[in-house]
C-alpha cells in the first residue's frame, strides 16, 4: 500500500474521542481523514492477539490481570470504554466497547495501514501477528 507523505497515523485510534485501542477509534480515526492507526498488540494465553497499550487490562478495563494471563473469552467479558470518558463528560462504560483482536480489526477496515507496535516478547507472538497480517 503506498501511503501519502509524510503519512497520518492515528496514534491508538481517536483515542481522545473513542476508547484508544478499540474498533470505534479506529473506524472514527479513519472517518476523520487518517491514513492509519497505530496500535499496540498483545497475546493472550491461548494466543490470541489482542490490541491494547498496556501490559495489564487495569487502565482501560479496571481488571488487574496481565493480557497474557487471560485467554479470548475472558478478555471479551471486560469493557474496554470502562474507564474512558469523552469530552462532553460522557462515560463509556457499559456501551458494549470490547478489547479488539488484531483480525477482526484489519478484517473491519480492509485496506488501511495498520503501524502495530508488538508489546509481547513471546515467541508466539511473531507467528500469531503475521498469521492475523496474512489473513
Same mark, same amino acid.
Given at each position: 500500500?503506498?501511503?501519502?507523505?509524510?503519512?497520518?497515523?492515528?496514534?491508538?485510534?481517536?483515542?481522545?474521542?473513542?476508547?484508544?485501542?478499540?474498533?470505534?477509534?479506529?473506524?472514527?480515526?479513519?472517518?476523520?481523514?487518517?491514513?492509519?492507526?497505530?496500535?499496540?498488540?498483545? =497475546?493472550?494465553?491461548?494466543?490470541? +492477539?489482542?490490541l491494547?497499550? /498496556?501490559?495489564?487490562? #487495569? !487502565?482501560?478495563?479496571? %481488571?488487574? $490481570?496481565?493480557?497474557?494471563?487471560?485467554?479470548?473469552?475472558?478478555?471479551?467479558?471486560?469493557?474496554?470504554?470502562?474507564?474512558?470518558?469523552?469530552?462532553?463528560?460522557?462515560?463509556?462504560?457499559?456501551?458494549?466497547?470490547?478489547?479488539?483482536?488484531?483480525?477482526?480489526? =484489519?478484517?473491519?477496515?480492509?485496506? +488501511?495501514?495498520f503501524?502495530? /507496535?508488538?508489546?509481547? #516478547? !513471546?515467541?508466539?507472538? %511473531?507467528? $500469531?501477528?503475521?498469521?492475523?497480517?496474512r489473513?
Amino acid at each position: 500500500m503506498r501511503l501519502p507523505r509524510p503519512a497520518l497515523l492515528a496514534h491508538r485510534g481517536a483515542s481522545a474521542e473513542r476508547p484508544e485501542n478499540t474498533l470505534v477509534a479506529f473506524e472514527r480515526a479513519v472517518a476523520l481523514g487518517a491514513d492509519g492507526v497505530e496500535t499496540d498488540a498483545h =497475546l493472550t494465553r491461548d494466543g490470541v +492477539v489482542i490490541l491494547a497499550h /498496556d501490559d495489564t487490562a #487495569r !487502565r482501560t478495563t479496571g %481488571v488487574d $490481570a496481565a493480557w497474557s494471563d487471560l485467554d479470548l473469552a475472558e478478555v471479551r467479558r471486560l469493557d474496554a470504554g470502562h474507564a474512558f470518558v469523552d469530552r462532553d463528560g460522557s462515560s463509556w462504560r457499559a456501551r458494549g466497547c470490547v478489547v479488539p483482536t488484531l483480525a477482526e480489526c =484489519l478484517r473491519a477496515l480492509p485496506g +488501511v495501514c495498520f503501524n502495530i /507496535d508488538v508489546k509481547s #516478547r !513471546r515467541p508466539a507472538m %511473531v507467528t $500469531a501477528v503475521v498469521s492475523a497480517v496474512r489473513a
